[in-house]
């Protein structure tokens, strides 16, 4: 059913009194902590954000959002809005069952009524939502190696909203936008959606399309989850309202959105407006490539660029709120100032810095130019992008046990401090395995916890403007995939395979552990009776037959010099 863009729109939250109540009696309830993406989806199914959903989607939904984009009512609903839980938990529940939801802290937000218990077919959902069952999606790889295997579904009883200690004033419910338009008499009211940190072109693309609508502008950003690796939400925000400032007094206004997104084209742009409709909204900005996740594992990308354009165009009308084409702008320098692609002037000098050449000038410390974007936007940037040299990196090691990672990745560590600059932290495996994995054994499972913990290390000290050296075998792609997502939101992280062969390391033998492996002594030995997973597209492969020590460690400092890590 669709509602005026001015009623109030229906919440799943009781009342004060009711959530009092409810919250006592839940902590007796068997409870899940829900991880950062199901508190964003648990926040807009509780404020309307997904309204008509009135909970976690139930088997039927699921299937239905699945193959038609529809709910079973009928309702458009491209995305799944699921709970994932693990199989032990959803062992202790059963349909009929009450569950409490709890945040990291433990606070309990909502009750939900489970009425449905399934195990999905992953690689279905990948292919019919996403488009292809290809890890390099983000959302594949998190159905896949990050979302649990069992779904639950049924309707919630919101207790109260997550807390947000940052930008309070700048969140809003769909029903506190509904009543500031309201207030404010928008009644034609263009949202924007974005990822990005915003510069000269979008705030002239963006002022265009509302001016074109007749309508005001609201600038809403996602800060739940966005692209791994995209700049901070924190960061983002206070360029946004930097760039606030640039637009006619009392025409605009930013609001913050706690989406997660999965980056899934056309069906999230389609989401994303139905979530817009939902906060009051009466036109949407649609442009190239909408919520598009990048290139497949063959370099392609996932999917046509005016596709999530043309499946809008398609079902505005039934979600009720209007497209708006976006304009991609253009600096034209005789005329000092930005022209739509299509609308230059013959014979005039276009320029334009794309998000890669951007990104390359934050990193190399280059000049950003004036007309580009907004000095107080540059200086953001620049405050939490230093130059490569200056940021924080990790260095993972894997090979095989005695393949020679520890002794390269001291001479490493050796080499970076003597070059001084950033604190070095070495994380070999043997170390960790003492310090803060005594209690693990060498089973998938064990190994797992291991490295995702050496992950969490490294990815702290990355964060913090260190280098962080790992050198543990780490036989299993999906979780040293794991460990440079971890990594990368904060800084590079370079792979090195020590790929010295498996005969090779037994001939060595230097702890004596092959001997007793073939002996049947030491059981799940990596290479001899448990697998080693060797990287396809690590940033460097050093051999170690016939190289020496040194040699092998200059490569990786060639390697890091290479990618700007460091200055030689
Ligand atoms: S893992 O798979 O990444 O968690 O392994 P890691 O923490 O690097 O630990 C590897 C070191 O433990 C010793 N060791 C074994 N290795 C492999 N398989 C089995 N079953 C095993 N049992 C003990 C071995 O000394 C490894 O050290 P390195 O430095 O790799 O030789």
Not at 26 to 53: H, I, K, T
Not at 193 to 203: E, I, K, S, V
Not at 477 to 483: D, F, Y
Request: proline fraction near 5%.
């Amino acid at each position: 059913m669709q509602l005026s863009n001015l009623a109030p729109i229906p919440e799943l939250y009781v009342s004060y009194e009711s959530a009092q109540k409810l919250k006592h009696e839940a902590g007796a309830l068997p409870s899940w902590d829900l991880s950062q993406r199901q508190v964003c989806d648990l926040e807009l199914l509780m404020n309307g954000g997904f309204y008509p959903l009135k909970g976690f989607l139930t088997e039927a939904d699921y299937d239905s959002v699945v193959d038609t984009m529809r709910l079973t009512t009928g309702d458009l609903w491209p995305m799944p809005v699921t709970l994932d839980v693990t199989e032990d938990f959803a062992a202790k529940v059963e349909p009929g069952q009450d569950i409490a939801l709890r945040d990291a802290e433990g606070v309990i937000l909502a009750i939900m009524s489970v009425t449905d218990k399934w195990e999905p077919n992953k690689s279905r959902e990948a292919e019919k939502v996403f488009g292809a069952d290809d890890v390099a999606h983000p959302a594949v790889n998190y159905l896949h190696h990050k979302a649990g295997k069992i779904y639950l579904g049924g309707p919630i009883t919101g207790i109260q909203q997550p807390v947000h200690y940052d930008f309070k004033g700048r969140r809003d419910t769909p029903n506190e936008l509904r009543a500031f338009f309201r207030k404010l008499g928008w009644r034609k009211i263009v949202a924007f959606q974005t990822r990005n940190p915003l510069h000269r072109a979008h705030q002239e693309l963006t002022f265009r399309a509302a001016k074109e609508a007749q309508a005001n502008l609201l600038i809403h950003p996602v800060v739940g989850m966005t692209k791994p690796g995209d700049v901070d939400h924190f960061t983002r925000v206070r360029c946004y309202e930097a760039v606030l400032g640039q637009y006619p007094a009392s025409t605009t206004h930013m609001s913050l959105l706690n989406l997660a997104m999965r980056m899934g084209g056309p069906r999230e742009a389609l989401w994303h407006a139905i979530i817009r409709k939902n906060h009051g909204l009466t036109h949407f900005i649609v442009g190239r490539d909408h919520a598009g996740p990048g290139k497949n594992s063959q370099g392609k990308d996932f999917y046509d660029p005016y596709a999530a354009q043309e499946l809008v165009r398609q079902h505005q009308e039934e979600v009720g709120i209007e497209m708006v084409d976006f304009k991609q702008m253009v600096y034209v320098q005789e005329k000092a100032q930005y022209y739509p692609v299509d609308e230059v002037p013959e014979g005039s000098t276009v320029l334009d810095i794309s998000g890669t050449e951007l990104r390359r000038r934050l990193r190399e410390g280059l000049e950003i130019p004036d007309w580009f974007s907004f000095p107080e936007v540059v200086k953001e940037l620049r405050r939490t992008s230093p130059p490569r040299a200056r940021q924080g990196f990790t260095v993972f090691f894997t090979g095989l046990s005695g393949s020679g990672k520890s002794t390269i990745a001291n001479a490493l560590m050796v080499k970076l401090m003597e070059m001084g600059g950033r604190p070095v932290t070495l994380l070999d495996g043997d170390v960790v395995r003492k310090h803060l994995s005594s209690e693990l054994g060498f089973s998938k499972e064990h190994r797992d916890i291991n490295i995702r913990r050496i992950g969490y290390v490294a990815s702290e000290i990355t964060k913090n403007g260190g280098i962080a050296i790992c050198a543990p075998i780490a036989p299993y792609t999906a979780t040293r995939r794991g460990v440079r997502e971890m990594v990368e939101a904060y800084g590079a992280f370079v792979e090195v395979h020590v790929a010295t062969s498996i005969e090779e390391c037994e001939r060595r033998d230097r702890k004596g552990l092959y001997k007793l492996a073939r002996e049947g002594k030491i059981k799940e030995f990596t290479g001899i009776s448990d697998p080693y997973e060797e990287p396809q597209n690590p940033e460097l492969r050093v051999e170690t037959e016939n190289v020496d020590v040194d040699n092998c460690a200059h490569q990786v400092l060639l390697k890091l010099e290479s990618m700007g890590l460091i200055k030689a």
